[in-house]
């Protein structure tokens, strides 16, 4: 069975820095392109990132683009977020998806001083 | 980047009935287009991808249509569970782009 586990959420301060992980298992993780879509509570869905298998091409949202940066370990099936200059409208639900299949529950991030 | 507009944002409908939301594309996705169903509080679960097919382990009472610009999702018979948000998803061109949802309500 395809588990994706989001950890790593939290409150932070405007202008500071998060780092998001994605916990995979049930599946070879080193085949598949990843992504993270947030999602504002109560509102929809918004592609964020993804990463291809081997981690060499990634492409943002030009909302994070430059602020945000996508990778994955490959040898612990873990797929990461490192959020940098956040803001709050980067307050949001993120979900780690498996090619935009299989979706994790999501790690809440809540930009507010 | 691509607009997904999404038709109605709101639909109640009674269990049983024949339901039909559309997904419209600003531009032509060629049939690379997934619907979505999301639960409050849940991840999103795919119901449909290349705008046609059934997800394994989807209900067939879900089916899905069209191509170019313009995608229907269709539920047959509205069962209770049923009732949830929905959204469309294009991944012809990145960014991928949603719909902006359809609720669906118990009438």
């Known amino acids: 069975e395809v588990q994706l586990v989001e950890s790593g959420g939290g409150i932070v301060q405007p202008g500071g820095s998060l780092r998001l992980s994605c916990a995979a298992s049930?599946?070879?993780?080193?085949?598949?392109?990843m992504h993270w879509v947030r999602q504002v509570p109560g509102k929809g869905l918004v592609w964020v990132s993804r990463?291809?298998?081997?981690?060499?091409?990634?492409d943002y949202a030009g909302s994070v683009q430059g602020r945000f940066t996508i990778s994955r370990d490959n040898a612990k099936n873990t797929l990461h977020l490192q959020m940098s200059s956040l803001r709050a409208e980067d307050t949001a639900v993120y979900f780690c998806?498996?090619?935009?299949?299989?979706w994790g529950q999501g790690t809440l991030v809540t930009v507010s001083s | 980047d691509i607009q997904m507009t999404q038709s109605p944002s709101s639909l109640s409908a009674s269990v049983g009935d024949r339901v039909t939301i559309t997904c419209r594309a600003s531009?032509?996705?060629?049939?690379?287009l997934g619907w979505y169903q999301q639960k409050p509080g849940k991840a999103p679960k795919r119901l449909i991808y290349?705008?046609?097919n059934l997800q394994s382990g989807v209900p067939p009472r879900f089916s899905g249509s069209g191509s170019g610009s313009e995608f229907t999702l269709t539920i047959s018979s509205l069962q209770p569970e049923d009732f949830a948000t929905y959204y469309c998803?294009?991944?012809?061109?990145?960014?991928?782009?949603f719909g902006q949802g359809t609720k669906l309500e118990i009438k």
């Open positions: 998806t498996r090619d935009l299949v299989a």
């Open positions: 049930g599946f070879t993780f080193s085949r598949d392109w």
């Open positions: 990463i291809n298998s081997d981690g060499t091409t990634a």
């Open positions: 531009q032509d996705i060629k049939d690379y």
């Open positions: 290349a705008a046609s």
């Open positions: 998803l294009q991944h012809n061109t990145y960014p991928v782009t």
